[in-house]
T-cell receptor
Framework: DTGVSQDPRHKITKRGQNVTFRCDPI?????LYWYRQTLGQGPEFLTY????????KSRLLSDRFSAERPKGSFSTLEIQRTEQGDSAMYLC????????????FGSGTRLTVV | AQSVTQLDSQVPVFEEAPVELRCNYS??????LFWYVQYPNQGLQLLLK??????LVESINGFEAEFNKSQTSFHLRKPSVHISDTAEYFC?????????????FGKGTKLSVKP
């Protein structure tokens, strides 16, 4: 297993466009998390899944954001009508049953909205 | 809501010198505490964690952190740093009885080790 993979690594988009990111977790991990990291800040929780069920969403996840994990494996995060404030690093992590300290993070997708 | 404060945004230090990266958290209830390291263009990697038991926890590469409940602190230390320790370090906390998905991070401390 090669760890948590995120695609693309970088994305530049024009304001108003839609973007979609993909995360492939470690295969045996049943939990998958999305975090957002802006410049000078630590990662902030967005949402998490246990298998295919989305169990929690942060208030940071506005209506323009949607995340899915249709078969309990990979996940996608879509941002509609992007705004400049969406520019950030989007991090995905996975874990087995949410064990403390058991999160494995991907390298992230850096989004720049111009 | 819990919060994590990392008091120093940047820490420059010379190679082989000791270093301490400070972390304080807001909650007085039981918490799990973590330090993560992020090298350039890489994801976060767990450096060490405190769940219970001994208040002093160590990593395999010479870092240690001490859980101090009365001061709600979890400072990270290394007696002698190397150039390769240059990275950004994040302190994080989770509530064992709270949200199962929410790991709360500080803003990070950039450690810069100079020769």
């Amino acid at each position: 297993d090669t760890g948590v993979s995120q695609d693309p690594r970088h994305k530049i988009t024009k304001r108003g466009q839609n973007v979609t990111f993909r995360c492939d977790p470690i295969s045996e991990h049943n939990r998958l998390y999305w975090y957002r990291q802006t410049l000078g800040q630590g990662p902030e929780f967005l949402t998490y899944f246990q298998n295919e069920a989305q169990l929690e969403k942060s208030r940071l996840l506005s209506d323009r954001f949607s995340a899915e994990r249709p078969k309990g494996s990979f996940s996608t995060l879509e941002i509609q009508r992007t705004e400049q404030g969406d520019s950030a690093m989007y991090l995905c992590a996975s874990s087995l049953d949410g064990r403390p300290g058991g999160y494995t993070f991907g390298s992230g997708t850096r989004l720049t909205v111009v | 809501a819990q919060s994590v404060t990392q008091l120093d945004s940047q820490v420059p230090v010379f190679e082989e010198a000791p270093v301490e990266l400070r972390c304080n958290y807001s909650s007085s209830v039981s918490v799990y505490l973590f330090w993560y390291v992020q090298y350039p263009n890489q994801g976060l990697q767990l450096l060490l964690k405190y769940l219970s038991g001994s208040t002093l926890v160590e990593s395999i590469n010479g870092f240690e952190a001490e859980f101090n409940k009365s001061q709600t602190s979890f400072h990270l230390r290394k007696p002698s740093v190397h150039i390769s320790d240059t990275a950004e370090y994040f302190c994080a906390v989770s509530d064992p009885g709270g949200s199962q998905g929410n790991l709360i991070f500080g803003k990070g401390t950039k450690l810069s080790v100079k020769p």
